[in-house]
């Protein structure tokens, strides 16, 4: 494997500031640490986020990952001036983040308004090793003359969520005049976070310490010669608890020792134990595409280092947060999108984390069973935004419209359920990918179950059919409407698989299979008409259509709103984003190739991709129907979505979603990677740019590397498998490869073909 590539920041701007400290988060799955730079800027918003740390502010406010005390900020003082790029004169300047070992670096040289340059490196990790560690490093060289510096720096904890402040100042204390720590409790008294650092500086520093005003700092001021690095080391040991079982001082004391401990291995210890781990890590997971843009490695480079920043592996009651821990945009609520765009990706390369991700909405099944009592429905309907425990967050109302003055109400809560079918598919699809049946007869049943149950109690009967009314499919411009394609063949889908399952496992009582059997006889789904559109849902193709190129134009900032109401924009032919053609990407098995094309063909001129959720779906659809140019630039569109030019299209947090989809695009659009009928599939179409594309796959336990090219496919598996290759059942093991077109076996490995798939 070749190593990871780096993300740079190619220029400082004020402009696109939060851009990159979104992009340039370093975090480890337990906490993300924006990429803002260590001196303060009005328009940076600083941000360190743990994984399920919830809370909500105050009455009429939303439970919200809280933003927690700053670490990263220094105030740096060089001959009495301040240091600020925003003054003075960039000499050079280079940054980056290193996906290969987590370490965001910046070299910089500035000229200070009153003269002298300066050199100022700093470089900053949070650990893939210990989770609660986060260390940095700032080093400064004055380059022409002897020079006085001061460095502040410490727990900043004026820092809140836009306005909302979740934390009270329960402690702080400087320990041996080495070590400070603050203790912070959430307002409703339920979690503690312990923050502690070490700071120092090498020379003949004088040092004193304040705590004043929510900021307890170290002061460190010297004098240096020229050309003398001086280099100052901040290492952070940031713990949080609910289930405190000693004093707070105790466990306090605890965290001063894990940090201690630290210390004494310094910052390039510390460094090379994550670099090491991150390297492991990396071996089993990197997608390597060799392709005349470079920029499709970097953006595949970039997915999975995120992939891995977001994921909270070591906490099964947290889940992923639609802005990963890079920002509080959508505050950190837990969406569709981690089932459907981000757990495949730990499905097929460490399966336990999936299952991890899976047992979070287990541990939520009480929730949502009583969301759906509260509805006058049975089984659970799980929440649309969720956070730590399980119950509906979604704000109820969203942005002001600011041509009518209103605030415009979020149905998402009310009527946006296909998200407990997606539930139901990700089970399904964990099963089929590992067997495990200890998860599949115990949590995934019960998933299965009581998603089902939901669907069986929410169908109506009309003319002795049964239909699913008064839902809002994946597109969300299309509200309030009756038998929406993509939810009953969703919902369709739960109940066949639960019954399936409940059969299979003997464990459905006779009331539940005679209701599933039921439901499955008597639900109606729409229909495709003669051209194979199948209709979005039973009002959808008799409204009107406009033109919507200059909304397409600007995709992803939902300027529609800004001309119509949603009111308006629900009457008209109008896509937010992938809904139908969602459908074909989720169930292929369940439509033709000549289908799947008709629907893309009619429904894309009908999206604006105003979600980050969709282009990339197109992208999948076009390249599974043998489109593979089509489906590269929606791949490539999908990965600009936050890698873009667009200044500040993540200024709140990367699209965990759209990030998710670079790994779906390469391994399920162009090598064509597919579940049907619980069987592996691989139909590859490459991109006319990309010549070559290796990615490993853990599938049933087996250990899979493949490498495809033009003229053939290599595959190397640990054990035995059937699957089928481009319509050919074949069993690998050991290293085969296959040549086109025929796909002949022509190396040491075993790869039988046995016949054409149907
Ligand atoms: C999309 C949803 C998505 C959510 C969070 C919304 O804009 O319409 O499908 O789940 O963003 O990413």
């Keep these: ?37 260590e001196e303060a800027y009005t328009r940076q918003t600083r941000g360190m986020y743990l994984a399920g740390l919830y809370h909500q502010a105050g009455k009429g406010e939303i439970n919200e ?21 925003q003054s003075g004169v960039i000499e050079s300047w280079h940054r980056e983040l290193d996906f290969a070992s987590g370490e965001l670096r910046r070299t910089v040289v500035w000229r200070a308004p009153h003269g002298g340059r ?16 986060f260390a940095m490093e700032m080093a400064i060289t004055p380059l022409d003359a002897d020079a006085t510096l001061s460095i502040s720096t410490g727990i900043d904890a004026t820092l809140t969520n836009h306005g909302r402040q979740h934390l009270d100042e329960t402690q702080v204390r400087v320990f041996g005049q080495q070590y400070l720590q603050g203790i912070y409790t959430t307002q409703n008294g339920r979690s503690d976070i312990a923050i502690s650092s070490y700071c120092q500086v090498d020379g003949d520093v004088q040092r004193c310490f304040t705590a004043k005003e929510r900021r307890l700092l170290q002061h460190n001021s010297l004098a240096v010669t020229a050309g003398q690095r001086v280099t100052l080391r901040k290492i952070c040991w940031i713990a949080w608890t609910s289930e405190r079982s000693v004093s707070l001082e105790t466990w306090g004391q605890q965290s001063l020792q894990e940090l201690e401990a630290c210390v004494q291995q310094g910052y390039d210890g510390l460094l090379a134990g994550s670099a090491a781990n991150w390297h492991v890590w990396w071996q089993s997971r990197r997608v390597q595409v060799t392709s005349s843009d470079s920029m499709d490695q ?23 947060a639609a802005k990963g821990l890079t920002g509080e945009g959508y505050k950190g609520h837990v969406f569709w999108d981690t089932e459907v765009f981000l757990l495949p990706f730990h499905m097929f390369t460490e ?81 089929h990918a590992t067997g495990d049946m200890a998860f599949m007869s115990h949590e995934g049943m019960a998933l299965l179950l009581e998603t089902a149950k939901f669907w069986i109690s929410r169908a109506v009967e009309v003319n002795n059919r049964l239909e699913i009314h008064d839902v809002i499919g994946p597109d969300e411009y299309t509200e309030h409407v009756n038998n929406n394609a993509f939810t009953s063949y969703m919902a369709y889908y739960n109940v066949e698989q639960a019954l399936w399952f409940a059969r299979f496992l003997q464990c459905g009582d006779e009331a539940f299979i005679h209701r599933a059997e039921h439901f499955l006889q008597h639900l109606w789904r729409p229909e495709a008409q003669q051209d194979g559109v199948l209709p979005q849902d039973d009002s959808f193709l008799s409204k009107p259509v406009i033109d919507l190129s200059q909304y397409k134009a600007k995709a992803g900032k939902q300027t529609i709103l800004l001309d119509y109401s949603r009111a308006e924009v629900n009457e008209m032919q109008i896509l937010k984003q992938a809904d139908v053609v969602m459908l074909t990407y989720m169930l292929p098995w369940a439509f033709s190739p000549q289908a799947c094309l008709a629907n893309l063909c009619f429904y894309e001129p009908r999206t604006i ?20 140019e089509q489906g590269y630039r929606f791949w490539r569109e999908g990965a600009q979505i936050d890698l873009g030019d667009d200044p500040h299209g993540c200024d709140d947090g990367i699209h965990a979603a759209a990030t998710g989809a670079v790994w779906l695009g390469a391994i399920q659009g162009f090598a ?26 853990r599938w049933q336990g087996s250990d899979m590397l493949f490498t495809i090219t033009a003229a053939e496919i290599q595959i190397t598996s640990s054990a035995a498998v059937g699957m089928w290759v481009n319509g050919k059942k074949t069993i690998v093991q050991g290293e085969c490869v296959l040549k086109k077109p025929e796909f002949i076996l022509s190396t040491n490995g075993t790869a039988t073909t046995q016949g054409d798939a149907e």
Excluded at 353 to 369: D, E, K, M, T, V
Aim: glycine content about 6%.
């Design 609 to 628: 991709h105003d979600s980050s959720l969709s282009k990339s779906i197109h992208g999948i659809v076009a390249a599974r129907c043998g489109e593979s």
């Design 1 to 37: 494997m070749t190593k990871p590539v780096t993300l740079t920041d190619p220029i400082f701007s004020l402009q696109s500031l939060d851009k990159y400290a979104s992009l340039m988060t370093t975090g480890n799955g337990y906490m993300g640490i924006r990429g803002s730079h």
């Design 65 to 85: 990952l809280v933003n927690l005390p700053d670490v990263v900020g220094m105030e740096i003082t060089l001959n009495g001036e301040l240091f600020s790029l």
């Design 298 to 320: 970097r953006a595949l480079d970039f997915a999975l280092y995120h992939l891995r920043a977001m994921t909270p592996v070591h906490d099964e009651r947290s889940s992923i």
């Design 351 to 431: 399966p336990k984390i999936a299952r991890s991700l899976l047992r979070y909405r287990w541990h939520n099944l009480p929730g949502a069973q009583e969301k759906a009592r509260r509805n006058g429905w049975q089984g659970a309907l799980f929440p649309w935004e969720s956070a730590r425990s399980g119950e509906e967050e979604t704000p109820e109302f969203a942005a002001i419209n600011i041509r009518t003055g209103l605030r415009q109400k979020v149905a998402s809560a009310q009527a946006e359920h296909h998200l407990v079918a997606d539930i139901a598919w990700a089970v399904v699809n964990y099963w």
């Design 118 to 133: 300066f050199a100022i490196e700093s470089r900053r990790f949070a650990s893939v090793e210990k989770l609660p560690l």
């Design 672 to 697: 064509g990677v597919s579940v049907r009928d619980g069987e592996l599939h691989l139909d590859p179409s490459l991109p006319d740019r990309w010549q070559n594309l290796t990615f490993p796959l």
